[in-house]
């Protein structure tokens, strides 16, 4: 299996108000720690959603932790149920990601394309490898990063064992993802392959400014706007 090796917005600032009448915070216990729940209060009483459920009414997708096949499969149903709701209202993705499988990621990216509504991509935290070439994937316009996340930019890596012949199939396939995702990043930022794959051959740490300035992200955010 290849992985990406695991290092060491206008949009976003006018994200509607949850629509509760009241909320309250309460946590239940799950495997991967707690989760906290809301509760919403009706005239038919209280309804109790996950956070990420409740985020996901506000159309927003919370990508966070290494790609893999299980993650992917959840954020793609998300993008697909999202588009269901409404085709023209924007998709918001939150991304702190080291990165992971690269055939989850692509996955994940070519439903972002595949998709009609607009995919807004914020980078909280960290957005490398895989997580990097979603967030520059996002909408035009609409790729934004906070302050003091790290954006990381690499070719991918794995191993393999085997007949020779076997090896070599494996290297070749390698050999030709790598080509295919500079030929990704190209597209979304705007710069020639031969940059980006130079840009690419090793670990290749980036601020907020300097992924704006290779053309991974359109703006740096640290607040949203007041509404007007």
């Given at each position: ?216 992200i359109d703006e740096v ?8």
């Amino acid at each position: 299996m290849l992985r990406s090796a695991l290092p060491l917005g206008t949009a976003f600032r006018r994200l509607p108000p949850l629509r509760s009448r009241l909320l309250r915070l309460a946590t239940r216990p799950a495997t991967s720690g707690l989760i906290p729940m809301v509760l919403e209060s009706t005239p038919r009483g209280e309804r109790a959603f996950d956070i990420f459920s409740r985020l996901l009414q506000e159309r927003i997708i919370c990508l966070n932790g290494p790609i893999h096949d299980d993650l992917t499969s959840v954020v793609v149903a998300q993008l697909l149920y999202l588009e269901a709701q409404s085709v023209e209202k924007p998709i918001y993705m939150y991304i702190n990601s080291p990165g992971g499988v690269v055939t989850s990621g692509l996955a994940i990216y070519d439903t972002m394309q595949f998709v009609k509504p607009p995919v807004a991509t914020l980078c909280v935290g960290q957005a490398c490898s895989m997580g990097s070439l979603l967030l520059a994937a996002g909408a035009p316009g609409m790729r934004r990063a906070l302050p003091n996340s790290r954006i990381m930019i690499h070719q991918p890596s794995g191993g393999f064992h085997g007949q020779a012949t076997d090896i070599e199939i494996h290297a070749k396939e390698i050999l030709s993802l790598r080509e295919r995702l500079v030929g990704i990043y190209a597209h979304h930022c705007g710069k020639p392959a031969e940059m980006v794959a130079t840009a690419k051959e090793r670990d290749n740490f980036m601020s907020p400014e300097e992924a704006r300035d290779f053309g991974l992200i359109d703006e740096v955010v640290n607040k949203r706007e007041a509404p007007s």
